[in-house]
């Protein structure tokens, strides 16, 4: 009888296959972006590949394949530099009925990611994490900090890891990461940002479902209802934003569609929320307008980003045209 021994190709990708996902979710909330983060991974996968047979199991494979790609990211992330939201920019606009400033193209915006794939069965305690380690706020937060100070706290605070397995991972010493991370955990503390009171998902569900319905029928008065006091609302690549229920629905009361012209349909994105609007005449195909994505307290929806880039729209499978029903 002959034994079939498997290819070292097929053995690497038995092997390394398991950890893929859990090291784009390391990469975007390194970088911001989900494109740049699926690029990383395949470079840290191309790396490992090449150096695989002289890896002879020094350390678990896991960590290894950490340190390729936290290296890879570190190396990103001081070349590209940060990627923000509009409020990390500068301070709300106060006139709803101004005009809004021009497209700011020429910044690396943060990008949503995806969570969830539509009919996806999923392990009701990753959906618990995603939604604590992956929310919006916090990678936007996350951007704000050196490149070696957010892989520390990322490391540390989000994935539990040991100073001495982070020190071991970064070729520095525990005293070193003991400081990046107090450096990181002070920067992180000192900025501004309300605690959310997690809604049930009853009223969660209530909420999203009252927003689209206004939205669909262009109902000003019953948007105002969902938001929370201190509601925002953000539009990137544009950089003005507003705050406050009053003044978000100020602006968005001229702009919302006139029934029949939208569309919308439901995802998930960094572990909250999301809503897919497409925008288009009563005949003929709706194109990809924006992807808001929500932060929903008891009170109300607390915060909205709109991403009005279509391209943000295919991570999700989503298309960028929906035909008229």
């Known amino acids: 009888m002959t034994t079939q021994i498997a290819e070292p190709g097929e053995e690497f990708a038995r092997l390394t296959g398991p950890y893929r996902d859990e090291l784009l979710k390391l990469c975007y909330r390194m970088v911001g972006s989900v494109h740049d983060a699926e690029d990383l991974v395949q470079e840290t996968y191309l790396r490992a590949w090449r150096s695989y047979e002289t890896f002879a199991g020094r350390s678990s494979l896991r960590t290894w394949l950490y340190r390729i790609a936290t290296n890879a990211c570190l190396r990103a992330a001081e070349q590209?530099?940060?990627?923000?939201l509009p409020s990390g920019l500068s301070g709300p606009g106060h006139d709803p009925a101004a005009p809004l400033d021009p497209r700011r193209t020429d910044l690396p915006w943060l990008q949503p990611f995806p969570t969830a794939?539509?009919?996806?069965?999923?392990?009701?305690?990753?959906?618990?994490?995603?939604?604590a380690s992956l929310r919006l706020a916090l990678i936007a937060a996350l951007q704000v900090l050196p490149p070696r100070q957010r892989a520390v706290l990322i490391l540390r605070d989000v994935l539990m890891w040991r100073a001495a397995e982070v020190a071991e991972l970064l070729g520095t010493t525990v005293a070193s990461v003991t400081s990046l991370l107090q450096r990181a955990r002070t920067q992180l503390d000192s900025r501004p940002g309300p605690g959310l009171a997690e809604p049930t998902e009853e009223r969660q569900r209530e909420l999203l479902r009252r927003y689209v319905a206004a939205f669909e029928r262009a109902d000003v008065d019953e948007l105002t209802r969902t938001l929370a006091r201190e509601a925002t609302f953000e539009m990137p690549p544009i950089p003005t934003w507003f705050a406050g229920r009053e003044t978000v629905a100020r602006f968005l009361a001229p702009r919302l569609p006139a029934p029949g012209r939208l569309r919308i349909v439901h995802a998930e994105a960094n572990g909250q929320p999301a809503l897919a609007l497409y925008l288009g005449a009563r005949a003929g195909d709706r194109r990809a307008h924006a992807l808001h994505v929500l932060d929903v307290s008891r009170a109300g929806i607390v915060r909205i980003v709109a991403f009005m880039d279509p391209a943000v729209f295919s991570p999700f499978g989503l298309p960028q045209t929906e035909p008229v029903r």
């Open 117 to 131: 794939t539509p009919g996806e069965a999923r392990d009701p305690a990753e959906v618990i994490a995603d939604r």
């Open 80 to 84: 590209a530099g940060r990627r923000p």
